[in-house]
């Protein structure tokens, strides 16, 4: 059998790569009309559709590794990473295009799963440590990636973008096939497939209204019909996963308290984290001399982003050995804490880059420790049969936070601004407005955090492994 460090390693690579696709387009957003010659509304759907792959495949994704094998599905979401670069290297129209960002976005899938087979073959004095450097790469990934698309893009042909991301995608799956053990935890039962059709038609519903609803108008048909149709799919998904017997995701196990208080928690900590990710950029590129930017290249200013992501990384040993000692709840309130002195800091002092640089490092921190606590606090309150189910379900409620940030501070954005020439600057209220909302996330995090029980629960079973 492979070491456990490069079991650890293979994972937390696998998950930086499938990380790497939320900002492998940010490079060329703005020039994607002009790229695919279609409409800014049809190119938005290239961002869109990888959000919603995300969110669907992640909860799913963790009940079929559940029962036919982690990583046999591991597997298989590489596979269509690898594909979906293909068709969008290959594709020179909008339709291509967005068909290979659905698949590369299932690949996110990864990271909930591999988090979920550390639990099954690490021995457990290396599950927390592990844990939490791959709960990391949802962030370390998307920060790192940023600049190295930024890169590319300045001095290759957009569509090597697509190519990198599938040289990526094809080995890590042999890195997977090669290193990562067959998993032999299986759970019984049959797959609910209605319960994947209601699941993935209620979500694409809700995320549809928030992403797109500053476009489409808050109050437009199209918005509510999908925000609320959403809402009642769920619920009806909802009433029935209770009552059948092979559900895809147990509900009630879901509803233990500090599963519960961790997943709330989670939507306040993505909301906090993508605030920044949206917020940082911006100013850093506005133009200089105006009331708020500093001018730099998407490249420059990915650079200043880039030291949050290594923060977290660094810190993922440490989270470790501070959550086997005290306890993951600690995690959460630290992680939480420095997220608020982040967002209290920006708020008085964003006059200077080097001010942006510190606030996105304190963000690091805050998100590292967050982050890492998350999967710890679940799987210390599930049995080993629902660890993929669980974790996915958690890795859903991160990205329902981050969607609802992108579409909040983009629309505070739009319409506090001001015009020149042709383009829209936002006003420095807007920005003051949008961290002050990043604070409030944070502090609903910690508020959260303080009631989730330090006692591990007496329900979650975990054979012991020998070393």
Request: aromatic content about 8%; hydrophobic content about 55%; overall charge positive.
């Amino acid at each position: 059998m492979p070491s456990q460090n490069a079991i650890i390693a293979v994972l937390a690579l696998a998950g930086v790569s499938a990380s790497f696709m939320f900002t492998l387009v940010v490079p060329i957003q703005a020039k994607l009309p002009e790229l695919l010659n279609a409409t800014r509304d049809d190119t938005a759907w290239v961002v869109t559709a990888t959000l919603l792959s995300a969110a669907v495949v992640t909860p799913i994704a963790g009940r079929l590794g559940d029962m036919y094998g982690k990583r046999r599905i591991v597997l298989a979401l590489l596979a269509a990473l690898i594909v979906g670069s293909i068709i969008a290297a290959l594709s020179a129209g909008v339709i291509g295009i967005i068909v290979g960002r659905v698949l590369q976005g299932a690949a996110v899938g990864v990271i909930p799963l591999g988090i979920s087979i550390l639990r099954d073959v690490l021995h457990t004095d290396r599950v927390e440590p592990a844990i939490a450097l791959i709960s990391a790469t949802l962030g370390v990934g998307s920060a790192i990636g940023l600049p190295i698309s930024a890169f590319v893009t300045e001095n290759l042909d957009w569509h090597a973008l697509f190519w990198l991301a599938g040289a990526l995608g094809a080995i890590m799956f042999v890195l997977v096939l090669w290193i990562i053990p067959v998993s032999v935890l299986r759970t019984a039962g049959r797959f609910d497939y209605l319960g994947v059709v209601g699941l993935a038609a209620g979500l694409v519903g809700i995320l549809l209204a928030v992403s797109r609803g500053s476009e489409w108008g808050w109050g437009s048909p199209a918005t509510l019909a999908c925000g609320l149709g959403g809402v009642v799919v769920l619920l009806v998904w909802g009433w029935y996963e209770l009552r059948t017997p092979h559900a895809l995701l147990d509900l009630r196990i879901a509803a233990r308290r500090p599963v519960l208080l961790t997943n709330l928690a989670s939507v306040a900590l993505g909301f906090a984290l993508f605030s920044s990710n949206v917020l940082i950029p911006q100013m850093l590129e506005l133009q200089a001399g105006l009331s708020v930017g500093f001018g730099l290249s998407l490249l420059h200013a990915s650079l200043i982003v880039m030291p949050a992501g290594l923060v977290m990384m660094v810190l993922s040993p440490f989270s470790g050995r501070l959550a086997r000692t005290f306890g993951p709840r600690l995690l959460l309130v630290l992680g939480s804490t420095a997220l608020i002195v982040a967002y209290l800091f920006v708020l008085l002092f964003h006059s200077e880059v080097w001010h942006l640089l510190v606030t996105n490092i304190m963000i690091g921190v805050g998100i590292g420790f967050g982050y890492a606590s998350m999967p710890m606090l679940i799987m210390r309150s599930v049995p080993q049969s629902e660890t993929g189910a669980s974790n996915g379900l958690n890795t859903l409620f991160r990205q329902v936070g981050s969607s609802t940030a992108a579409a909040v501070v983009a629309a505070i954005l739009a319409s506090m601004s001001f015009t020149v020439g042709t383009q829209q600057i936002p006003t420095p209220a807007a920005f003051e407005l949008s961290f002050g909302l990043g604070a409030i996330a944070a502090t609903v995090a910690l508020v959260l955090a303080l009631f989730v029980p330090r006692a591990r629960d007496p329900r979650e079973q975990r054979p012991s492994l020998p070393r």
